[in-house]
T-cell receptor
Framework: SQKIEQNSEALNIQEGKTATLTCNYT??????LQWYRQDPGRGPVFLLL?????KEKRKERLKVTFDTTLKQSLFHITASQPADSATYLC??????????FGKGTRLSVIA | DAGITQSPRHKVTETGTPVTLRCHQT?????MYWYRQDPGHGLRLIHY???????DKGEVSDGYSVSRSKTEDFLLTLESATSSQTSVYFC?????????????FGDGTRLSIL
């Protein structure tokens, strides 16, 4: 069956450092991979989408990589700030079925 | 922000009672989804709709039914609520299903069944 693993439930980092979150998937062949941010008490918010033929995508301080051989996506936040503290969800997108989300990684950026 | 409204935002009810949650969108998106989110399980798809009167089951559909009589409204019904259905319920919309379209979520309904 399809499985999505996000590397850890929680990640604590110092302000100013780069946060790296991992999304691994099995029994999938996604053409895209989406990343979302969720704040407490709110619904997830779409951040970035990367296509299988894109090795890397950037948006401001965010960078996402997508390695279809390793079946892995990495999500980086550079120069992290306390306001980046949230839960981040990945969702491999096969393109023809509803999205399935990972359980998320809760990031805490400590000032 | 995408125009998605979930109602009610909070509800407490008793086991065995029927419950209906409403999702209303103003984006004219074709696809609408209901998820539940629980600690340790993440977001799990309950049902989704790909058009008026067109619905399909998700991963955890048992005990739930849905209806979509208008593009803008997607209702989730618990015919006879059980304590295991205590959860936070999220509605989401997308212009198309998958195919690199992002989903836009409402802010959730916190449902407690005593």
């Amino acid at each position: 069956s399809q499985k999505i693993e996000q590397n850890s439930e929680a990640l604590n980092i110092q302000e100013g450092k780069t946060a790296t979150l991992t999304c691994n998937y099995t029994n999938y062949s996604p053409a895209y991979l989406q990343w979302y941010r969720q704040d407490p008490g709110r619904g997830p918010v779409f951040l970035l989408l990367i296509r299988e033929n894109e090795k890397e995508k950037r948006k401001e301080r965010l960078k996402v990589t997508f390695d279809t051989t390793l079946k892995q996506s990495l999500f980086h936040i550079t120069a992290s700030q306390p306001a980046d503290s949230a839960t981040y969800l990945c969702a491999p997108d096969s393109g023809n079925t509803p999205l399935v989300f990972g359980k998320g990684t809760r990031l805490s950026v400590i000032a | 922000d995408a125009g998605i409204t979930q109602s009610p935002r909070h509800k407490v009810t008793e086991t065995g009672t029927p419950v209906t949650l409403r999702c209303h969108q103003t984006e004219n998106h074709r696809y609408m989804y209901w998820y539940r989110q629980d600690p340790g399980h993440g977001l799990r798809l309950i049902h989704y709709s790909y058009g008026v009167k067109d619905t399909d089951k998700g991963e955890v559909s048992d005990g739930y039914s849905v209806s979509r009589s208008k593009t803008e409204d997607f209702l989730l019904t618990l015919e006879s609520a059980t304590s295991s259905q205590t959860s936070v319920y999220f509605c989401a919309i997308s212009a198309t299903g998958g195919n690199n379209q992002p989903q836009h979520f409402g802010d959730g309904t916190r449902l407690s069944i005593l």
